[in-house]
């Protein structure tokens, strides 16, 4: 399924959503779209291992959904617009979700998004986040 | 002859509609955003619209990946919102113009755009938050609408050259309506922003710069990139842009003025901006 796009060379991380991650991904993004519905969301919190095996996930995604590893879920095919919701059943936003991709507290990847906003560049302020986390472990 | 207005353009972060619901408008972190929508206001009470054709993007509320429409355009008579899985509120419901929809259809497809016809269309957060920050406290939303969803999700997604050009086929369809409405073009999503990887929380002040100082002036200038190069200059979901770029081909290849423009780092993890354009 390559396509004339990935000739292009690779954006840091960063994982597009392709045809090859649409079909990787098909399951656990179809448990996801099932959460707009109230009551599915909670037959997952219910019962987490039996509703991901309504939805056959591959181990791959289950092992990612157990961890709550969003850089697994991605790796295995999932999207985030789908996995937000996921995400909203425990009550994460996209900060938190941010801080889980990055490493980093949700604290400071705030502060790295408002170090943009006072003129900082991305590379500027990741690297300083990226570096704060070292010094603070 | 209807006649176009002129366009709105704005970010829909869901955040925006959960600080409308909690009244934070004034707060220190929302009010640089929020304050951009005084001018809007008097604008579209100046302007008087009745109809918007607007440009969005799904969020896995109404499409699934089972069958995914690079270009799709309402046709029904109401469109609601619905739970998006996340705990926003629920939006009030659209008034569509079936009429119109089918006219654009018509000519789309006669220009020969493939587009997907939906006489039933779930509408997320980034078609009713613009509408929120546009008319706030309003009973029920005074336009009619006729939405298009561009694919930004599932790559290959139809490249900024081939929006503009829907756009402009709109533009054309618009010229041949023979109804008397007042119509407000709407483009929502971006600006620069990821949620996803490794590079989440990338924003990009002189690219969405670039793209806000050129969209009235030379619309073209934007679609000059791949979709590749726009992800990396815009992040995964900053390619909502191609929304923008739509709604500025359906103003027309006549002269636009910007009249209104607002740019604000972070709202939520995202470069939040919103313009306003007309005929010049």
């Keep these: ?137 | 002859m209807a006649e176009i207005v002129g366009a709105y353009f704005t970010s829909h972060v869901p955040a925006i509609g959960g600080a409308i619901h909690k009244g934070l408008q004034q707060e220190p972190y929302w009010k640089p955003f929020f304050d951009g929508f005084h001018k809007v206001h008097e604008w579209l009470a100046q302007v008087k619209p009745d109809v918007a054709i607007v440009f969005n993007n799904d969020h896995g509320l109404n499409f699934f990946l089972d069958k995914m429409p690079t270009f799709a355009v309402g046709a029904a008579a109401e469109y609601h919102n619905a739970d998006e899985g996340w705990g926003l509120p629920l939006y009030k419901p659209f008034a569509g113009h079936t009429e119109l929809s089918w006219h654009i259809i018509n000519s789309l497809v006669e220009d020969e755009f493939d587009i997907t016809t939906c006489q039933k269309m779930l509408v997320d957060h980034a078609l009713s938050i613009p509408f929120e920050l546009a008319w706030p406290d309003v009973e029920a939303w005074p336009v009619k609408i006729v939405p298009f969803a561009i694919n930004t999700v599932q790559h290959p997604l139809p490249s900024a050259k081939r929006c503009l050009a829907l756009g402009q086929a709109v533009n054309k369809a618009l010229q041949s309506w023979t109804g008397d409405e007042r119509i407000v073009i709407i483009g929502t999503g971006g600006l620069s922003h990821q949620l996803d990887g490794e590079r989440a929380g990338f924003i990009n002040r002189d690219y969405d710069t670039f793209c806000m100082d050129n969209l009235s002036v030379d619309p073209a200038a934007l679609t000059t990139d791949s979709i590749h190069e726009m992800v990396r200059k815009a992040g995964t979901q900053g390619v909502e842009v191609l929304n923008w770029i739509a709604a500025r081909g359906a103003l027309g290849q006549a002269p636009v003025q910007e009249i209104h423009r607002n740019y604000h780092i972070p709202i939520s993890n995202t470069a939040a901006a919103t313009m306003l354009m007309e005929p010049a």
């Design chain 1, 1 to 137: 399924m390559s396509g004339p796009q990935n000739v292009s060379e690779p954006i840091p991380g960063t994982h597009l959503f392709d045809g090859d991650a649409a079909a990787k991904g098909f399951e656990l993004n179809a448990m996801c779209y099932s959460f707009n519905n109230a009551a599915n969301r909670q037959a997952f919190l219910d019962d987490e291992e039996a509703y991901c095996a309504k939805f056959h996930l591959t181990p791959e995604q289950r092992k990612a959904v157990a961890e709550r590893s969003v850089l697994g879920m991605i790796a295995a095919g999932g999207n985030i617009y789908y996995l937000a919701k996921l995400a909203g059943i425990f009550g994460l936003n996209v900060q938190d979700v941010g801080s889980m991709q990055t490493g980093v507290s949700v604290d400071d990847f705030k502060a790295m998004l408002l170090a943009q906003g006072a003129g900082r560049t991305y590379d500027e302020a990741h690297g300083a986040m990226i570096g704060k986390e070292k010094v603070h472990g």
